[in-house]
């Protein structure tokens, strides 16, 4: 993983409002098991690469001058619970931030490739940022979830590449936008369990 590479995803996660100013975080595993993270207080729309930081799996400095985001705990509880898991990003996209702020799980299947993809996000107890708490309860949502909302906080994803993260949440985000449109005009119509189980044949 060059930096270069990392720093196009980190512009493209800003640029589609995933990560506004300096919110939110990314990291990826290397194949030595070494992670790169984004450094605390750095911007997705302008990272430079002094702003990309190399840690180990107990969160200590190997390569940088800066202090890694302060959420790295959580990321390497997941990289821990999956070890497809090779890139994560985590979100403060406010259309989704909504979502965990209203306490509301998105699972009501509005559109056929959210019931493919997806099925459903669940939501992880509020914790404080950045706890030992928030880490742990997070990465236990991993065992079988690729996406976790985290009440009053915003949502993380995990995948095999950054480019993979970033698809993920660009479509969750995408269903929000128009879950929320559909309940401004009055209605949102979720497909029935018939429908449902037609596009989960797909998958085999």
Known sequence: MLKEEFIYWAKR????????????????????????????GSSHGDLKEDEIIKIDTEGNVIEGDKKPSSEKFMHINIYKKRDDIKAIIHSHSPVITAFAVADKKIDEVIMPEFAF????????????PSSFELAENVAEYFKDKNAVLMQNHGIVAGASTLRECFYSLEAIQAYCRTYIYAKILG???SLNKKEIKEIDKLKG
């Open 13 to 40: 996660v800003y640029e589609a409002d995933l990560n506004p100013a300096t919110s939110g975080n990314m990291s990826v595993r290397l194949p030595d098991n070494t992670i790169l993270i984004t450094s605390s």
């Open 117 to 128: 993809h997806f099925g459903s996000v669940p939501i992880a107890k509020y914790y404080m």
């Open 187 to 189: 209605n949102v119509k």
